[in-house]
């Protein structure tokens, strides 16, 4: 459910915050390396398919997600931070056709050792509507699902911040 604050401020903020039993370099190489992060981003029943994955500052990231009827979902962007393993700021814009982009949101994920694990604070920035952060907080959700079980453990959901 959407933090009631999120949904009425000018910013627009999404932020979830996930417990994964496994160590932050592992998590953050999902997220970073191309193979990986085909195995798990995108919504339950979706195909993600990697363009571009390169994960430093100034570097460009495009990837199709492709829906269970075949519908091709276009994404990209630029890194603006890389630090292993604990951090990733990037840009993150929808193509809708003809050369031009949804709105542009930026995503920090924050990774933090937890009592043998690690925390992700994922937080994505910038919404141009409510719906549009409520569209991103369920497919992201589901994508944290997938991810949790990538890597073999069992997830916490622990709060919406």
Known sequence: MTNPETASDNSRDLVLVRRFDAPCDLVFRAWTDPKALAQWCGPHGFKAVGDRLEAWPG?????????????????????????????????????????????????????RESDGG???????????????????????????????????????GLNHA
């Open 59 to 111: 570097g460009r990231h495009r990837a199709c997600l492709i829906a269970p009827d075949g519908e091709e979902h276009w994404v990209g962007g630029k890194y603006l931070e890389v630090e292993p393993p604990h951090r990733l700021v990037f840009t993150h814009a929808w193509e809708t056709g003809a050369g031009e982009t949804s709105p542009e949101t930026i995503v920090t994920i924050t990774l």
């Open 118 to 156: 690690t925390e992700m604070t994922f937080r994505q920035s910038g919404f141009a509507s409510v719906s549009s952060l409520e569209g991103h907080e369920s497919g992201w959700s589901q994508s944290f699902e997938r991810l949790s079980s990538f890597l073999g453990t069992g997830s916490e």
